[in-house]
């Protein structure tokens, strides 16, 4: 039985005609690699509310794959843009300076969870940003070898397309890929069946024993350049890692000369509770990648890090022909005024505690529903066909449930190794009620599938 909506308005089903007309000249105009997960049209949106082409009002719980912490167009942010697109909308950082441009790298080196002087790279996407962070490890330490993990993903570039671990979905027929890449296991422990009798402490003594036989059996740590991590993997689950192989890790980084590269694309910008993930661990990275909440909706990313490395590569080594774009530089200095100023944080525990606690009840009730997990306001829950043998369920019975709460009112993407797994990124701004009623259809869809 549902209960009555107070925020969630539906004048036609979902997708109503306006929308399946809008996606029908999608899929003529674009290609079919360029995925959707639902099958709506959006006309406008606000907070956590968005409006389609039909005139539903829905609640948004993908928060624009993770780009809209601060909401969808918050007013500061949208002045921000006018203002600077009346005056510049573009003159290339390879070019010229503008302000916006030195103000964003200078608040970025401020805030950033690295110590000491750092240097800011803007770019335009998080996996820009992640090639120049790899490129920056690779001149700083004259190596070429990069350690990344099973379950990352970090973009859809050739290098990002070699580091990311999930074959089907983002490499499949687009080999053969960048060399030098060798992959150890992420410390996954839901997933350690075999291990289900050990504690969380003797599960994470064994992943890390597996990274230090690679450094004997695949790559010699002397010829390490960087070490890439998310701190909570995103595409693979939001897992986070447990602070003691992150500890861990930090220490064979100094102990081998590796630069630790945190790639905080989807969980930056207050998403877990803290401004960046990286400061739940008590280490920080040596470079950190940064994008989507950095810009309030607007493309922009960036790649910080201590100075010295930020340095090494050479003159015209770095950058592209928008990197630093004035609009997109003012839309990012507006929202991280907002982060700051509207503790968002703080709201990210606050909604995020909210949502564990509903997630953690259904978990309780609902026998598919096999885990929830994930950092403040960055959930996921992972379905099961049983709780005991942790089987993932079937893609179909998962997207049934994305396909539930799209059908309702509610947007949701899937995340996970196995595609089993449903990930809230509502935007941190969202009401405590929208929440509650956006969890109501949640809840439905996974008693339905």
Request: proline share 6%; hydrophobic share 45%; glycine share 10%.
């Amino acid at each position: 039985m549902t209960k009555p909506r107070k925020h969630i308005h539906l004048k036609t089903e979902l997708p109503g005609p306006n929308s399946r007309a809008l996606v029908a000249r999608r899929e003529a105009a674009m290609p079919l690699g360029f995925a959707k997960s639902t099958p709506l049209g959006v006309r406008r949106a606000h907070g956590a509310l968005v409006e389609d082409v039909d005139g539903n009002t829905l609640i948004d719980f993908t928060g624009g794959i993770g780009v809209l912490n601060v909401g969808h167009t918050p007013t500061e942010v949208v002045e921000a843009i006018r203002a600077q697109a009346g005056d510049l909308i573009h003159i290339s950082g390879l070019v010229a300076t503008t302000e916006a441009h030195v103000r964003l790298a200078e608040k970025l080196c401020e805030i950033a969870p690295i110590p000491g002087p750092k240097k800011a790279m803007i770019n335009n996407s998080g996996a820009e940003a992640v090639e120049a962070a790899i490129a920056t490890a690779r001149a700083a330490t004259g190596r070429q070898a990069i350690i990344a993990f099973e379950g990352a993903y970090h973009g859809r570039t050739l290098l990002g397309q070699s580091l990311t671990s999930k074959y089907a979905l983002f490499k499949k027929n687009f080999g053969p890929f960048a060399p030098e890449i060798y992959r150890v296991p992420y410390p996954y422990l839901y997933r350690m069946v075999a291990a289900d009798g050990m504690s969380d402490a003797q599960k994470v003594e064994l992943v890390w024993e597996s990274f230090e036989r690679a450094l004997i059996a695949h790559v010699a740590p002397e010829a390490v350049a960087a070490v890439i991590v998310e701190p909570v993997q995103g595409e693979g689950g939001f897992i986070p890692m447990p602070v003691e192989f992150m500890r861990r890790l930090r220490a064979a980084c100094d102990r081998y000369g590796i630069v630790l590269i945190a790639d905080e694309v989807q969980s930056g910008f207050a998403r877990t509770g803290r401004m960046f993930a990286m400061e739940h661990f008590g280490v920080s990275p040596d470079i950190i990648t940064l994008a989507k909440s950095m810009g309030g909706g607007m493309p922009i990313a960036a790649t910080v890090g201590r100075a010295e490395l930020m340095d090494k590569p050479h003159p015209g080594g770095l950058g592209g022909t928008y990197s630093g774009n004035p609009v997109a530089c003012a839309a990012a200095l507006a929202a991280i005024d907002l982060l700051e100023k509207d503790d968002l944080p703080a709201r990210a525990r606050h909604v995020g505690g909210i949502a564990c606690d509903r997630l953690r009840d259904m978990q309780g009730r609902i026998p598919i529903l096999g885990d929830v997990r994930g950092l403040g306001a960055m959930l996921a829950i992972e379905l099961v066909e049983d709780k005991a043998s942790k089987k993932p369920l079937a893609v179909e019975r998962t997207l049934s449930v994305v396909n539930y709460a799209a059908r309702n009112g509610v947007l949701m993407i899937r995340c996970g190794l196995y595609s089993n797994g449903v990930r809230f990124l509502f935007p941190l701004v969202i009401s405590d009620s929208e929440l509650q009623e956006g969890l109501d259809v949640v809840e439905e869809g996974l008693l339905q599938a």
